[in-house]
């Protein structure tokens, strides 16, 4: 049985953040039915590289929900969600804070048509506070939780991570807090509530001990590079065939391991390295040391021996590679589906793995509107079989 079998999900978001929580929940066995635009549907149908006119980001995003096409500017459209909406068990929308109560479908309508909905909210700032009705994005999410501006080289211009890392991070906080909400809705007997998940927040919560260091010394951590810093030794060391290894010895014992590898006992039981906070303070001798080592061996051998003495290292892997993989085969982290024209897709596997009731893909991602007559035939939610 699946995990979530017989939750009903009506998604309304669009792109990313809305629809990746849907995602998930429609993987471990929800019913999602998506609404989307008539005529368009979900920009992300033409989002990055098109295969016969549709993304194949979309196949991976919207696989395992329905598609109603219904404008939500229109009294029928509006009614068609509140008569979804009075039997779901969940609601998600990222649409700009206020949209929904434009339309006659906020918290406070839906909830007294529906007291067991949980509504998830995803949005650049949140529901409240002074920036609520800025128009947000996961770049500008990125940005103002922090993430960006550690991100590159010290002293060049701050980069973006190469996905929308801000969306993901945002959908995965929404999964969490509405699983959260259905537990004490069906466990205590509450009734439902707003998940309230804001995108610069969600990469906010990640940042480790940004704000303490600030708050306790002043300080402000800059990009690095490769490089971990306060955690020593952890980088990226360039071998001898021009590839990198990225080795984290950064553990006491592993550190000692490590240098014991390089030929380094007198570094191995230097009681200036015995701790991380030694480490630190001396991470250029360190690093030197082992790039001295690297550059000797081809990143295989190098990955080999580091193996050998238990020390945690790896390439840094293109798609390329990871299509290529054993391990990602080994864990169907890497499944081949057939879209809904019929043709083949490698896409990517379901997260987390759970033994008694894992999450699985069970059908296409659909075309648009395609569930659209079904879901507003009836009287009541539609059935999935």
């Known amino acids: 049985m699946d995990a979530l079998k017989g939750i009903k999900v009506l998604e309304m978001g669009q792109l990313i953040a809305g629809p990746f929580a849907g995602k998930t929940l429609a993987e471990f066995g929800a019913d999602v039915i998506k609404i989307e635009p008539p005529e368009v549907g979900d920009p992300l ?34 009614a068609v969600v509140r ?15 206020g949209t929904l109560e434009g339309w006659g479908l906020g918290w406070r309508e839906l909830h007294e048509l529906n007291p067991r909905l949980i509504m998830l909210r995803i949005s650049g700032y949140g529901q409240t506070g002074p920036y609520r009705q800025k128009p947000g994005f996961g770049v500008l999410g990125e940005a103002m939780g922090g993430l960006r501006h550690l991100t590159g080289e010290p002293g060049r211009v701050p980069v973006r991570v190469g996905v929308s890392i801000g969306d993901s991070l945002a959908a995965l906080h929404g999964v ?16 439902g509530q707003v998940v309230d998940v804001a995108l610069y927040e969600s990469v ?60 380094r006992a007198d570094m191995a039981e230097d009681p200036r390295f015995a701790r991380n906070d030694g480490r630190v303070a001396g991470v250029e001798e360190i690093d030197r040391e082992i790039e001295k080592w690297t550059l000797t061996l081809p990143l295989a051998d190098v990955l080999r021996n580091l193996d050998e003495a238990g020390v945690p290292a790896g390439p840094i892997y293109s798609i390329e590679d ?63 079989d």
């Not at 989002?47 to 500017?73: C, H």
């Not at 306790?216 to 065939?241: H, K, Q, V, W």
Request: glycine share 10%.
């Open 322 to 384: 990871i299509a290529r993989d054993p391990q990602y085969l080994a864990r169907e982290m890497i499944v081949e589906v057939r879209t809904a024209d019929g043709k083949a897709l490698k896409v990517p596997g379901v997260v987390p793995k759970l033994s008694a009731t894992p999450g699985t893909i069970r059908q296409a991602a659909p075309t648009l509107g395609q569930h659209t007559q079904q879901a507003t035939a009836g009287a009541g939610w539609p059935s999935r």
């Open 45 to 78: 149908r033409k989002w990055r590289m098109l295969r016969d006119g549709t993304s194949v980001w979309w196949e991976v995003q919207s696989r395992n929900k329905r598609s109603v096409a219904l404008d939500l500017r229109s009294p029928e459209g509006q």
């Open 176 to 191: 969490v807090g509405v699983m959260m909400a259905l537990y004490h809705r069906d466990t205590h007997g509450g009734q």
């Open 83 to 97: 008569r979804l909406a009075a039997e779901a068990d969940i609601l998600i929308e990222n649409f700009k804070p």
């Open 204 to 263: 906010f919560n990640v940042m480790e001990s940004l704000l303490p260091e600030y708050d306790a010394f002043g300080a402000i951590r800059e990009r690095s590079g490769s490089a971990l810093p306060g955690i020593a030794p952890t980088n990226a060391y360039r071998c001898a065939d021009g590839k990198y290894a990225l080795i984290a010895g950064n553990g006491d014992s592993i550190f000692k391991r490590l240098m014991m590898k390089l030929g």
